[in-house]
């Protein structure tokens, strides 16, 4: 945690009065501008504990804020897996394709001794140091002068460790030191906050989606339809810039989308060959059993609202309630075409699915009439992206040869 204010200003207080005692009032002021920045910056630490997002948003927000923190050119936060009792971290930019890097946590290596003896290691000379041969190629590459490494502790226990390179002063000193314990214990609250939200969400998730394969037990389709469309949606969703939040709530919605065919008739939902009239209006009932089912649930209102509200149309053409344009949820709206998209695309005992990009023009063709445009333009854009459309170019140009 950040220290009491009343010590944070005492050791400010203190600092000012050494410098100024031997005449170095300037000095002084450049102190005390560069406390209260680190202060200011332990705040702006502690409050993305508050910012509901996912962990590597948190994680990358982290490090542009400890950069400064520590005045570094490089941060970089490992991990703790307890399965393996290894710290990992996953770099970004060009390198990220090298996918989790490891180091064992054992005195043979930087961040295994500083994770191991659970104390802060200052190392002046990397290239002198005899763990600099058990780097990462990643951390290599940053061509390390100098380092501070701190653990991240909690309960005992080890979560991670922050490793600051090259001091952007030339090399970290004895304020650097003693600031990145204060950094540490921020961090420590930040990391272990998001992961544990994570990690309910998760959970929840899997409920939710547990709950959702009880409906493939009655009906294989609608099972592996509903993973389908959770996976097209989750595309389309990407393209839009969706919040974390708004990802993680259109995820649910997908998952749970057809939740109310649990309350629909095996004859009807089994049926082999196409619905009649009769048939399809009670199938068409399934929006609002579902509705039914979670509805009471207030904290997943706006889940429950892209569920029922998918079938809904732009035009005012759907159901249940005839919704029109802005009134439909954007995660309902992505919803149906990622639903509509895989029911076309879905070989049916009483009919064969339709070619990728038939299916894809079916969507295009009813842009602002059935489905959202900019929910239209989302999907065009991955689609063009996506393996399905690269294989049609490639028997396209195969054919044509």
Known sequence: ??????????????????LESVGKTDEAHEVLAKKILRYEGLIELGQLTSLNQD?????????????KLLESEHVIIHIKDPKKNELYYVPSGAA????????????????????????????DDVKYDIRSGRMTSYIKDLE??????????????????????NSTHGNFDEEDYHFVDAVSNQLTNVIENTLLIEKLHNQFLQV??????????????????????????????????????????????????????IGIEDKILKKETALNDEEFKIMKEHPRLGYEILGHIE?????????????????????????KGDEIPTIAMIISVADTFDA????????KGLPPMVAYDEIVKFRG??????????????????????????????KAS
């Open 144 to 165: 390390p002068k100098n380092m501070l490494l701190s653990p991240l502790v909690s309960k005992g226990e080890v979560l991670g460790v922050v490793q600051a390179i």
């Open 55 to 67: 962990f590597k948003t948190i994680k990358k927000k982290a490090v542009s804020v400890l950069k």
């Open 344 to 351: 076309m695309i879905s070989t049916r005992p009483y009919r």
């Open 208 to 261: 939710i989606s547990a709950l959702a394969d009880a409906i493939g037990k009655k009906d294989s389709y609608t099972g592996g339809h509903t993973k389908r469309v959770a996976h097209f949606a989750d595309c389309i969703g990407k393209e839009m810039d969706l919040t974390t939040t708004d990802m993680r709530d259109l995820k649910m919605a997908a998952v749970l989308h057809d939740i109310g065919k």
């Open 299 to 323: 904290s997943l209102h706006r889940v429950v609202d892209g569920m029922r509200f998918h079938h809904e149309r732009p035009d005012g053409k759907g159901y249940p309630f005839g919704l």
């Open 96 to 123: 990220s394709g090298l996918g989790k890097c490891r180091s064992k946590i054992d005195e043979t290596n930087f961040v295994g001794s500083c994770a191991h003896h659970m104390a802060i290691l200052h190392i």
């Open 369 to 398: 009439t059935q489905f959202s445009e900019d929910v239209v333009d989302s999907f065009c854009r991955w689609f063009e992206k996506s393996s399905m459309y690269k294989s049609l170019e490639v028997d396209k140009k195969r």
């Open 1 to 18: 945690m950040i220290k009491k204010k009343d010590v944070l200003i005492e050791e400010l207080i203190n600092s000012l009065k050494n």
